[in-house]
């Protein structure tokens, strides 16, 4: 295989012909180079801050590890994974939702008042009014919202139900078209559009972009959006999730493919009810000696980045970074545990 990158347990060091085409073919998108591919070993972590974006609500990062598993299974799992097995990560809820999806995808949301973060999203939502609203939503929404929870006793069942209204309609948009046709977030003046954002936090990054860029088209999250292929494998699902300090609600979509010898994985928040705007995570997970090399990318929009300078903005860099990092461990644990079982 041209892409076959050989490690050396001792130190998990590249070596060999092969190796090299890998590292040169990892290098023609990524910010990584070989010398700090050797020094890698078993349960490393190689993670990069981007660099300053002209675009001012965005932030980015790259990392790179080793999983001890098939690259097939490794992309399977990254797809799959539920970060609600780790509380650390503060996500109190990830279910699938079906394709077409169904309104029982959403009965196991629960708005639990008992943890102060999920109070905060009820109150608010409680508060909504249809031309005054803080979540992103679309006006249209936010009257249906308002209407929701009009006349009814405060409390978080009616709050939920509504919520589960938006998120069913907004899922159901997303896999009959695709992001170009999704409501705008009209909280703020001008509204914000998801794909801008995506496109935007894309053009921050080209040689990363033009290496997903079949892809993402296939996927429906730029341009006009067609019917995805029958050899992409997607998992569709929603979040409920503490941000900070915040409770928030997500609907996201994890893309699979197979590319000659590796695979590439899309994962897109592609609706946020609040915390941020939308994020990308791209995955390209390579057959090695052993198990699988992972190269992750994160792209994130949001508007507290954008009101961030200076070391303001290095700080929200930096939480991003070990967030992540957090997050690539227990998966890692995860997946050698599942190897020795």
Not at 75 to 83: E, F, H, L, S, T
Not at 89 to 96: A, E, F, I, P, Q
Not at 304 to 323: C, D, L, N
Request: net charge positive.
């Amino acid at each position: 295989m041209n892409r076959l990158i050989v490690f050396l347990f001792a130190g998990l060091c590249l070596s060999g012909e092969g190796a090299a085409g890998s590292v040169e073919e990892l290098q023609s998108f990524t910010d990584f180079k070989a010398g700090d591919l050797k020094k890698l070993s078993g349960e490393d972590i190689l993670i990069r801050r981007g660099g300053l974006m002209l675009f001012p609500r965005g932030l980015s990062s790259q990392s790179c590890f080793f999983v001890p598993a098939s690259a097939k299974n490794t992309a399977k799992a990254i797809q799959m994974w539920d970060p609600t097995l780790h509380e650390s990560l503060g996500v109190y809820l990830h279910k699938t939702i079906q394709s077409p999806p169904r309104e029982s995808d959403f009965d196991s949301l629960d708005l639990n008042i008992a943890k102060s973060p999920v109070r905060w999203l009820v109150d608010k939502t409680l508060a909504v009014k249809a031309d005054r609203f803080k979540f992103q939503i679309s006006r249209a929404e936010a009257a249906r919202i308002a209407e929701a929870t009009q006349g009814r006793a405060p409390g978080a069942e009616a709050a939920g139900q509504a919520w589960k209204k938006i998120l069913m309609s907004r899922a159901a948009g997303f896999q009959q078209n695709g992001l170009s046709k999704a409501p705008l977030y009209e909280m703020s003046d001008p509204p914000i559009k998801t794909t801008i954002e995506i496109q935007s936090l894309l053009k921050e990054e080209p040689r990363i972009a033009e290496r997903f860029s079949r892809f993402l088209a296939e996927a429906r999250l730029i341009g006009a959006g067609r019917a995805p292929r029958s050899r992409i494998a997607i998992q569709y699902y929603w979040e409920l999730f503490e941000a900070e300090d915040h409770a928030a609600l997500c609907l996201g979509a994890s893309h699979l493919k197979a590319v000659g010898d590796h695979y590439q994985v899309i994962d897109c928040g592609y609706y946020v009810s609040n915390a941020y705007y939308t994020s990308l995570v791209l995955f390209e997970v390579w057959p090695v000696e052993g198990g699988s090399l992972v190269w992750r990318a994160d792209l994130l929009s949001s508007s507290s980045v954008a009101a961030a300078k200076g070391i303001e903005r290095m700080a929200f860099s930096m939480v991003m970074i070990q967030e992540i990092k957090k997050a690539i461990r227990f998966f890692q644990r995860d997946m050698r545990q599942a190897s020795k079982g």
